[in-house]
């Protein structure tokens, strides 16, 4: 082919997942009874309610136009779910933006608020979207490093000053992908004197909101005081209500981004199918028990793999949230030959960690997105496997 693509796309190679496929087909045609937990989509249904509001609306014949930026009632059941769920009260005329899902935010707010160059902050490992946005941008990531020994927080003292002055967004996820932290108020605190000190704008990725265990509580970062002066929070209803392919999420926070943000989404695209906004309206109004009992569901799931693996030796911390964990590999291995080795010996996938950011060498993610049973087959096969054995000799 004669035409060349841009320059820019030469950042976007093939990624990890697609060589784990290319993998898992192998193993597949081999015989070899695969049991995927590499990618974070949820396999669970939404609730019936949810998908009842979706089919009656869709029969009706008037729903089929553009939405443009959004329906009213969309707006105001996020500002009602908000100060539900969160305490934190958000205007519906001027303090939320629709989303085809958080994706369409975190891909797009780089090319909203940076210049080619310019700087954003984004923690390493973090979610593949941060860096996909920043590229389509043609800005430049400046990673904050999640380590252990830092509760796998961000350290801000770290970030060189002249970094800091060029700095325009800073993004955080908590609870993150892939490392599971929960936030807290008075790590946000910080951050939003480090962002107005900067004049950053903070972007909160929240998609794991509602997947908390042990009776614990995500913290929205709007909750802290001063936040929505510089800040803005993307969430959507995939993970929390299992709707991931109904594409539909949302922006709330600092009125002048919100419409910034409005401003550009009306050059770009014509909103969410109507339905799906009516069949979301239903579920942030009142979710009727499901957040807890889908939470509970991924907890007992946590649950069984860190159990597992301890007995097979495998010490791995139990997520405290996400869809995730976040596990530390046996010594002298790579994230990616482990995962590989894992996969062709026991046909177990997981995600080596670098495929998040260079920090993410040493561990692999491992997502909680089969039924109990397949979970527990999944430790079986791996201790058939006796990959972990080198963890038992290597003490
Ligand atoms: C941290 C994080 N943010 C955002 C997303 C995107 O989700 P969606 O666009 O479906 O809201 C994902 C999906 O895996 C994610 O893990």
Redesign the pocket.
């Known amino acids: 082919m004669g035409i060349q693509p841009s320059k820019r796309m030469g950042n976007f190679t093939t990624s990890i997942f697609s060589e784990l496929a290319q993998l898992k087909r192998e193993q597949q045609r081999l015989g070899v009874e695969v049991i995927d937990l590499s990618v974070?989509?949820p396999d669970l249904p939404p609730p019936k309610f949810i998908m009842e509001e979706l089919a009656k609306q869709v029969m009706n014949s008037e729903q089929y136009g553009y939405s443009l930026t959004g329906i009213g009632e969309f707006y105001e059941a996020v500002s009602t779910y908000y100060s539900r769920r969160h305490g934190v009260n958000i205007a519906a005329e001027n303090e939320v933006a629709l989303l085809m899902?958080?994706?369409?935010g975190?891909v797009h707010l780089p090319l909203f608020f940076t210049d080619s160059g310019d700087i954003v902050l984004a923690p390493d490992p973090g979610?593949t979207?941060y860096e996909a946005g920043i590229n389509v941008a043609s800005a430049t990531l400046f990673p904050m490093p999640l380590r252990e020994e830092n509760q796998f927080l961000p350290c801000l003292e770290e970030i060189p000053e002249d970094i800091a002055r060029k700095a325009k967004m800073m993004i955080l996820?908590f609870p993150?992908?892939p490392v599971p932290t929960l936030g807290n108020k008075e790590f946000f605190e910080k951050v939003v004197a480090f962002a107005k000190k900067h004049q950053i704008l903070v972007v909160h990725?929240f998609?794991?909101s509602e997947l908390v265990f042990d009776h614990n509580h995500a913290t929205s970062f709007l909750e802290v005081e001063g936040a929505k002066e510089i800040g803005i929070e993307?969430n959507?209803l995939?993970?929390s209500f299992n709707l991931?392919g109904a594409?539909i999420?949302y922006i709330v926070g600092n009125k002048e981004i919100i419409n910034l943000i409005q401003r550009f989404k009306s050059n770009l695209d014509y909103g969410v199918f109507i339905p799906v906004q009516k069949a979301a309206v239903s579920a942030l109004i009142d979710d009727r028990g499901f957040l807890e009992q889908n939470a509970k569901i991924y907890e007992k799931r946590r649950d069984i793999l860190v159990n597992g693996f301890k007995e097979l030796g495998w010490e791995i911390a139990a997520s405290p949230a996400t869809m995730f964990l976040w596990a530390r590999i046996p010594d002298g291995w790579q994230s990616k030959e482990f995962a590989f080795e894992l996969l062709s010996r026991s046909g177990v996938v997981v995600t080596p960690g670098n495929a998040f950011g260079k920090n993410g060498e040493g561990y692999v993610r491992i997502a909680l997105v089969q039924n109990e049973e397949k979970l527990k087959l999944a430790i079986d096969k791996i201790k058939q496997s006796n990959i972990l054995a080198s963890i038992k000799d290597s003490k």
């Open positions: 974070g989509s899902g958080s994706q369409d975190l979610y979207a996820n993150g992908n990725d998609a794991y993307i959507s995939s993970k991931a594409r999420g």
